[in-house]
């Protein structure tokens, strides 16, 4: 597993995670934000006049309302990265993350109505009357590759597992134990019956769940994060600042926090906010395919609205919760994940200056220090060798090695940094101590800072169960939705019960492969699909003009 796992991570680098994949989503946006002439400012208020109602009509074709297609893309976007994505961002880049987050959602807005009125306006009706749409059929029936479609098709089925379902039941199911010890196999059943019954249903079924389960995870955890924002409210201009500030310069060392860089920023912010709001995929588009319209552009105008709520909204209120809260700079006592690990060559001293911008330069990757390789002796939990470790990014502090309940006494192998734990008398070494947070856990301390105080810690387990298992229901239909388009709809009702098997397991086993095996298949998706638009840019420029022209006559 640990080797499939490093071919998937290899594959990745070169796509998915690579800084020209960023580039290339980041300047098709920037493309068609020139193109169309900044779409995400003129149409905006137009934008939310469409997904109101005004002009709808009860005779046009499809299977949802704008705003039950707006709901349901959203469902499939505002997930785990509005949550645990800001938090590693911040973790890896500091606050200028959040503003290469806020500029990558600006422009991700051209780039999802471009995809949005396209795929609409190549939808096709499948032999049982529904509505099948996304971006492989306006490359079957408009650009003639079938080939090209057929791999983003198979690649949503993969991205469906690897992003819709597996991963979302298992920190549903992980938030649950922690913050209330419910067992994994508990929640696991629950929600995969919950959601077995809520997709058998189709479309129309899901719609109806996401019109209403949207609306309100989005106002729960508004006010959650305002309690906490307000709470710190003499924090909020300075953050504001330092955010701003930090884009141009990097981020300072601040607390435990070592610094980053400007590069990594820009990275990081733009690579969470694309991972959170999709724009550039395709996926959210399979969605707004449905809605009963006959006008595609208009639903283009309804897609445009996605990354403002998911990202600009969302994603900033996580942000500066992190910021206004200050955690996101403070040690924790926590135990220590073995990837998050390195053991450096030498002692290194936190509170000596010197000591603690070379260890921070060399975090940020600027001049990399020895690492320590060969043997450490561990005596009652305390490492006795001189060595420095690092843990997520920071000094560790208090640090105690564990097998099981009991102090370990003994030698650890050590390989270029990684220590490796193994499992001995049945009982895994395991590492605990201070240091920085990331992901979830940030997030949840961040929540403790607000006027519910402790009882806020609450709110990111309740979030993520709405955020995951909305995420979950969209995907099942991206994904039944490339079945249909590969073999037909006789083979949905197998897709579903095997979408619903995989979540339920999902919820008690180790998820890491599939969060290595999803990078990939989103790049999959992603390149045919800008690819597509890119080629069709002269049809949306004609067809955003023909509309906007006909809705100043219709005035």
Known sequence: MQEIGSFLSLIDSYIGGSQWFVLLLLGTGFFFTLYLKFPQVRFFGHAIKVVSG?????????????????????????????????????????????????????????????????????????????????????????????????????????????????????????????????????????????????????????????????????????????????????????????????????????????????????????????????????????????????????????????????????????????????TWMEKYENKFQQADMVLLAGTYNEADPAQKLAVGQHIKGEKLLPLYDGKIVV?????????????????????????GKALFTGELTVKKGKIELPVLKSYPITVYGKSLLHSAPLSTEAFKRGFFGEWGQFIIPFSLLMFAFSTAIAWSYYGDRAVTFLWGSRYVPVYHVIYVLGFFLASFTDTTLIWIFSGVTIALMTLPNLLGILLLHKEVKQSVNEYWKKQQTEK
Request: glycine fraction near 10%; proline fraction near 3%.
């Open 54 to 326: 005004k002009y709808d009509h009860h005779l046009d074709k499809g299977d949802t309302s704008h705003f039950q297609s707006l709901a349901t893309a959203l469902s499939g976007t505002v997930g785990t990265g509005n949550i645990a994505g800001v938090a590693l961002a911040i973790h890896l880049g500091g606050p200028a993350a959040l503003f290469w987050m806020f500029v990558s959602a600006f422009l991700g807005m051209t780039t999802k109505m471009v995809e949005v009125t396209l795929s609409h306006k190549y939808r096709e009706t499948t032999e049982r009357g529904y509505i099948s749409g996304g971006p492989m059929y306006y490359m079957k029936n408009r650009l003639h590759m079938r080939w090209l479609a057929a791999i983003f098709a198979l690649a949503t089925i993969c991205s469906s597992f690897g992003t819709g379902s597996l991963p979302q039941i298992n920190s549903i199911s992980n938030a649950m134990f922690a913050s209330f010890d419910i067992p994994l196999y508990v929640t696991g059943a629950l929600l995969s019956v919950l959601l077995g019954l809520i997709i058998i249903g189709g479309i129309t079924r899901i719609a109806k769940v996401t019109e209403k389960l949207v609306p309100f995870m989005a106002v729960f955890y508004f006010l959650g994060a305002l309690s906490v924002i307000l709470y710190n409210y003499e924090n909020i201009i300075p953050s504001l600042v330092m955010l701003f500030d930090n884009v141009l310069n990097g981020s300072a060392a601040a607390g435990g926090f070592l610094g980053a860089g400007v590069a990594l920023a820009f990275n990081r912010g733009v690579n969470r906010g694309l991972f959170s709001n999709e724009a550039g995929q395709g996926s959210a588009a399979i969605a707004h395919a449905a809605a009963k319209t006959k006008e595609p552009v208009s639903e283009g105008m309804v897609a445009l609205l996605e990354p403002f709520i998911d990202t600009i909204i969302i994603c900033m209120l996580t942000g500066m919760v992190l910021l206004t809260s200050g």
């Open 379 to 403: 005596k009652e939990g305390k490492l006795t060798t001189p060595a420095t470790l690092i843990h997520a990014r920071s000094f560790a502090e208090g640090v105690r090695f564990m097998q």
